[in-house]
């Protein structure tokens, strides 16, 4: 089997002016983000709005149950919300099937459903101009730096949104 190569695939090079926190978010939460924006065609002046999945003990339950990953409840409230015609770009990971999926909103208000997983490579060299150009700043989400021997208790505090944290970066040299 043949492997992609190009523009899109492999290491790059970080300027010797940035640091490590600095990009480290281009591997991830940035590109995500820039490509809800590019499979939406948002130029400029859309109003755009962004759903966190919130669910119930009955929805985690059926999750469960029925082997589901992301929530059908946030598909829901999106396709409810866009306008016809509109876009729904959807990021994240979600299974195969679910249970009574809107499938007749989808179609009735014309709607366009994009999604998958991020394709972070093909943002990347785009992105880290923005951020060598200062365009950008990543690193001031970082709420907490802790040494890797505190991993369980930087999840905790993420999962718990303990002590007002929104991003914690683990440093194995600490």
């Known amino acids: 089997m043949r492997q992609r190569c190009g523009p899109y695939y492999g290491p790059r090079i970080v300027p010797d002016n940035l640091t490590g926190e600095q990009v480290l978010f281009l591997t991830d939460i940035f590109p995500t983000g820039y490509t809800g924006i590019d ?6 002046g859309e109003t755009v709005a962004i759903f966190e999945p919130d669910r119930n003990i009955l929805d985690r339950a059926k999750a469960v149950v029925n082997l589901e990953k ?23 990971v979600y299974p195969t ?30 992105l880290l101009k923005y951020v060598e150009e200062g365009k950008v700043k990543l690193d001031d989400i970082i709420t907490h730096r802790l040494p890797l021997s505190q991993i369980t208790h930087a999840y905790d505090i993420f999962k718990n949104k303990e002590d007002n944290c929104v991003k914690v970066v683990l440093d194995p040299s600490k």
């Open 39 to 44: 499979w939406g065609n948002v130029q400029g």
């Open 70 to 92: 992301g929530s059908p409840k946030v598909l829901e409230a999106c396709m409810s919300a866009v306008r016809r015609g509109g876009t729904v770009s959807v990021l994240g």
């Open 97 to 126: 099937t679910y249970d009574n999926l809107p499938v007749g909103q989808f179609f009735d208000k014309g709607i366009i459903l994009k999604g998958g997983q991020a394709p972070a490579q093909k943002h990347i060299d785009k």
